[in-house]
């Protein structure tokens, strides 16, 4: 990253909103459900599937997780009535993490049963690392009784190894990405070649434990290992996908739906949009 990109990426904060906002536009499918399925739509129609994620991070009550709930139920009915390919991903603290374990593990079966009856796969994103552990044993216990609940792993987390072979063992489906947050060196790999190796042992073991895998990444190098990978243990279609957000690198979209593989693509939509706009302009400051 360039002083100047750097530069930006350390001001996202204070960049005032409306041009966050505008900047940002891209990755977002729009404030409304309706918005959202139009987005989907139009991504089934170029050969995509989708998950969808209904944005908004901080839940200071019951009713807000509750809220959450319910709108998270009106998604999982819209896919539904719109007959549109797409899944759901949700973060634990919308479900009420930060208030009460109970409340949240209740709020999630609620979600992935709900979902399930409709054929519905729900991704449990991963948060940052006081959630780590408690997200992926959840994820794992549910996961017992409903096959369409799936975890996310984070390459840069020194205990990546650990986890993946523990819900390999578990047969979770993992979605693999590099991670966004800012985590200590003390958990984490600070190094953009550290964590890139990482991501590539760790997709290796995660494809030879024979986990269905998520392979959520947009850089290039990483793709062509996955395929490097796919190709040489001869990994059928029906045990990967890769996985893009909305708004980032069409063209690479293009080329793997092209060559005949699985591709979903994140598709984020609603009103609390700042904190996702502002991670994602962190990670790409050349936008702005
Ligand atoms: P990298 O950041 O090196 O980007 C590779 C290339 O992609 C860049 O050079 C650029 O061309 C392009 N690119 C990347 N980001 C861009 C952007 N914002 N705008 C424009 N171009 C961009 N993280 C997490 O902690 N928990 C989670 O649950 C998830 N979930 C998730 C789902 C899906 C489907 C994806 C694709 C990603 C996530 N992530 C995530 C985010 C992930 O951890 C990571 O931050 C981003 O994917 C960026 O990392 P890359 O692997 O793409 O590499």
Redesign the pocket.
Known sequence: MGILDRTIANSVAVIPRPVVRRISRR?IAGDTLEEAVAVIRDLNARGCVA?IDLLGESTESKADAARTLRDYKRVVEALEEHDLRSGI?IKLTGLGLNLSEELCRANLEEIVEYAGARGRFVRV???DSPYTSVTLDMVTGLHERHGNVGA?I?AYMRRSLEDVNRLAEAGVSV?L?????DEPRRIAYKD?DTVREN?RLLLEELLRGGVYV?I?????F?VWHALRLIHQLEIPKDRYEF???L???EELRNILVNAGHKL???VPFGEDWYEYSS???K??P??A
């Open positions: 990755y998950t991903s994103d991963m948060e996310v984070q979605r990405c590099k991670g966004i947050y953009f991501y998520g959520a990444t947009h850089d290039e990483l996985q893009m957000l708004g980032v690198d979903r693509v994140y991670r994602r302009l990670e790409n050349k936008i």
